[in-house]
């Protein structure tokens, strides 16, 4: 086979590879849990009160990589979803699986910033397998990470402190880089002043889903999501669906169809084939012809 034949487009269809950060027992692991037929690879502790759902407490990070190449190979599977929970647990067992394999006391022992690098090795090969299993059997992927607070220097100069994934900077470093969607979850914060106060109080509120960078924690997505969400799998899976590129384009040609302007206008409005228009573009567009349609009484 030529490797011009290999060439595809699009991927549409695929489910998400998705990172969920937050604060410990704000409810990531219930997030993963309502995801369509999980199966976590977990810590023993890390499942309290989700009794039903399926879980594999790998003694090493060698059976997390046969478990993927036993997914892969199997004809059928009742798991829809895998779930790592947490990273931070498992860059401990990749340390110690290249340590014992490596004749290793510790990380450290293989020269400054060594280990570390050998570490973000096996990580890389893990990612591929997940993405093995992504592309040939149709699997979700999740991974749940704890936060820390870390110092934040700009080049341009200025310092803050931010919420990141818990663990080495090479090692969160490779995961930032490899999901759809790198989320942080946290609770919903409102100041209020009652009458005769002096200062403002802080009120904590919905637990909230951010989907995109700011100051305070890390985020990204290449969804076009919403900024934010409820810390909800069917909000979540619900948005990533109403923002995919076909369903951007169908609701882009729909309201355009409908729209009350001259034809000529319209014609340059669909002068660019939609499916060439990125999805920003096309969410601008959807914005303001819905301003344009008709206020209903």
Request: net charge neutral; proline share 6%.
């Amino acid at each position: 086979m030529s490797v011009l034949a290999k060439i595809k487009r699009g991927g549409e269809g695929l489910p998400p590879r998705t990172i969920l950060a937050g604060p410990e027992g704000i409810g990531k692991s219930t997030f993963a849990a309502n995801a369509p037929a999980p199966l976590f690879v977990s810590q023993e502790d890390g499942l309290t009160g989700l009794d039903h759902v399926a879980r594999v407490y790998p003694e090493s990070f060698g059976e997390i990589l046969a478990l993927c190449d036993e997914l892969a190979k199997a004809p059928k599977s009742d798991f829809e979803t895998l779930v790592i929970d947490t990273v931070d647990w498992l860059e401990r067992a990749i340390h110690a699986y290249i340590c014992k394999r490596d004749n290793k006391q510790g990380i450290e022992d293989y020269g400054y910033g060594k280990g570390y690098k050998v570490a973000e090795q096996e990580l890389v090969s893990l990612l591929t397998k997940l993405d093995a299993l992504r592309h040939g059997k149709r699997m979700g992927i999740i991974l749940l990470s704890h936060v820390h607070i870390r110092t934040f220097s700009d080049p341009a100069g200025e310092t803050w402190d931010r919420y990141e994934m818990k663990g080495h900077k090479g090692f969160t470093g490779i995961l930032r880089e490899w999901p759809d969607a790198c989320l942080f979850a946290t609770y919903e914060v409102f100041k209020t002043k009652e009458r005769g106060e002096t200062r403002e109080r802080t009120i904590g509120g919905e637990r909230i889903i951010h989907t995109t960078w700011s100051p305070g924690w890390d985020a990204k997505n290449r969804l076009a999501l919403p900024e934010t969400l409820p810390l909800e799998y069917d909000a979540y899976a619900l948005a990533v669906r109403e923002n995919s590129p076909s369903q951007l384009r169908d609701r882009f040609l729909a309201l355009l169809k409908s729209a009350e302007m001259p034809e000529a206008d319209k014609k340059k409005w669909a002068a660019n084939d939609p499916a060439t228009v990125p999805a920003d573009r096309l969410k601008a567009g959807i914005a303001k012809l819905e301003a344009m349609q008709p206020k209903t009484k």
